[in-house]
């Protein structure tokens, strides 16, 4: 993601901020009208089945369940090379595994309309070892398609978001002289039409941060990007009415300017209206000093002033059941102290989902990827190791996974009582070379377990190169895996995951024992 013509043009706005009154805090009842119906629906085993729709502030599943969106940014088809970066390195399949075993229950993924031209050639991908095997000799669009394959696998969904009209950069409108809105509503369809019937893709995010001289409600039809969303909404919806359709927000707004796609103050007077109803989520952008300095990080009252911020520009859509909100990224290298305070600020804001289950606000985070220059990624500069501080911020927010078609493999119990769980052991991907695996516990017993612990032997040679949401120790091909600080509580028919690599591969599913307190 090109941001350093961002972070010039952020910090111009900033000037132009209208100051922000003690009046924009809002009452705390208005939150908790709906907290204990949701709680009631959070513990719902398997929500997220089929397409979704939205109602009120939330979104549904197909069944009328509230889902959560809790996610990962996975950029690289919007640049030159036309894939997801960080193939470079592993397979993919064994990031999205990743993802899965780390809490992450939704990939956004950026692309731009270059992936639609016939002279489009992915690169930089590595097939040694067995690596991405399935995608030698594939274009952009049939990668894209395995992804979103192997997502819907594992139980996860993807929103696809038009990022750019070319791998040259971001653009402040929908359409360059090079790409006019014609190309870009085309290959929207075009997208839309490739996944119907494919539910594990549920929505399109319309483009990628709209900024000045883009308005929401001026009426031009040449730069207002409320009317321009309704259009392109209304011809995805067109060939694909189960989608949801994503729509960011504006820079500036009545004089009031803030981060590029962060500004959905206009949403109040001029809502998006489209064909189909309850189909609107609303997109948020949002981020820290380490991509931009704006005037409230340097507010007195910071971070008791961010929450008055967050409402003004979009929280005001949720807290007034508008519509569904979506942060469709925010990001930090959080190296800063004020950085780690805004992001323990935002994911207070975002709404625990112990306390608020769906009734939240729905998000990705920027990014996955390492590669990202302002923020950085959960992954570290090796494209394996997990940075787990930043992870950890993310843990209150984080929500369950979807109903997927992945297989699973043998288990083991524990032996009567109440505190009892079961361990259910699946290799996910196995390259030859190495393989990744997941591990689930479910509590079997009758009330809620404190902490875990699994143990299994491998067949062979395997070893354990890294593993996330539970610490180890191995020893010969005996290993005990206990859980991490934040996944030990485990309710009465619930259920935790770990994950982990290992090498080499071919070891096939050992028999596990989980061991509950």
Request: hydrophobic letters at 40%.
């Amino acid at each position: 993601m090109s941001r350093s013509l961002r972070r010039m043009l952020c910090g111009l706005a900033a000037a132009l901020l209208i100051p922000l009154g003690a009046g924009a805090q809002t009452a705390h009842a208005a939150d908790t009208v709906m907290a204990d119906a949701v709680a009631a629906d959070a513990v719902v085993a398997e929500a997220g089945a089929g397409y979704w729709h939205t109602s009120g502030r939330q979104i549904l599943d197909a069944a009328g369940q509230p889902v959560r969106v809790a996610g990962i940014n996975w950029f690289g088809f919007e640049t030159g090379n036309y894939v997801v970066h960080g193939l470079w390195s592993r397979d993919y399949k064994s990031m999205i595994d990743q993802m899965r075993s780390l809490g992450y229950n939704t990939i956004r993924i950026p692309y731009s309309d270059d992936i639609f031209k016939s002279t489009t050639v992915p690169n930089s991908i590595d097939f040694s070892s067995g690596k991405n095997a399935d995608l030698q000799g594939l274009n952009s669009l049939q990668i894209l398609d395995r992804l979103v394959s192997y997502a819907g696998q594992d139980g996860l969904k993807v929103i696809l978001d038009r990022h750019r009209p070319d791998a040259g950069g971001q653009s402040a409108l929908w359409y360059t002289a090079a790409v006019p809105e014609s190309t870009w509503i085309a290959n929207l369809k075009a997208l839309a039409t490739r996944y119907k019937g494919q539910d594990t893709v549920v929505g399109i995010d319309l483009h990628n941060e709209p900024h000045d001289p883009a308005c929401w409600g001026c009426g031009d039809t040449a730069t207002d990007w409320r009317l321009a969303a309704q259009r392109a909404g209304n011809a995805v919806l067109s060939v694909n009415p189960a989608l949801l359709i994503f729509v960011e927000g504006v820079q500036s707004f009545n004089g009031v300017s803030g981060w590029w796609g962060g500004n959905l103050m206009g949403v109040g007077q001029y809502p998006v209206q489209l064909d189909v109803a309850n189909r609107v989520v609303y997109s948020a952008h949002d981020y820290a000093t380490s991509v931009a300095q704006q005037s409230w990080f340097s507010d007195p009252t910071f971070p008791a002033n961010m929450p008055g911020i967050w409402d003004k520009y979009w929280g005001y859509i949720f807290k007034q059941n508008i519509a569904p909100v979506w942060v469709g990224e925010f990001g930090t290298t959080l190296q800063s102290t004020v950085d780690q305070k805004w992001l323990t600020a935002l994911v207070s804001y975002l709404r625990p989902t112990s306390t608020y289950g769906a009734d939240s606000f729905h998000w990705t985070f920027w990014s996955w990827n390492p590669n990202s220059g302002d923020t950085g990624g959960i992954l570290k500069d090796d494209w394996q190791t997990v940075d787990t501080v930043k992870d950890g911020y993310l843990t209150s927010v984080k929500a369950p996974g979807f109903p997927g078609s992945g297989g699973s493999g043998g288990g083991g119990g524990g032996g009567g009582g109440t505190a009892t769980c079961a361990a259910a052991y699946t290799v996910s991907s196995d390259w030859g070379g190495g393989f990744n695996a997941e591990v689930k516990v479910t509590n079997t017993g009758t009330t809620a377990i404190g902490s875990w612990k699994v143990t299994w032997t491998f067949g062979g040679a395997q070893q354990i190169t890294s593993m996330w949401n539970a610490s180890y120790t191995q020893s010969g091909a005996g290993v005990t895996a206990v859980n991490a600080s934040h996944n030990g509580t485990v309710p009465a028919g619930g259920s935790a995951s770990f994950g982990f690599g290992g090498a080499p591969g071919g070891g096939g599913v050992p028999s596990v024992t989980c061991t509950a307190a």
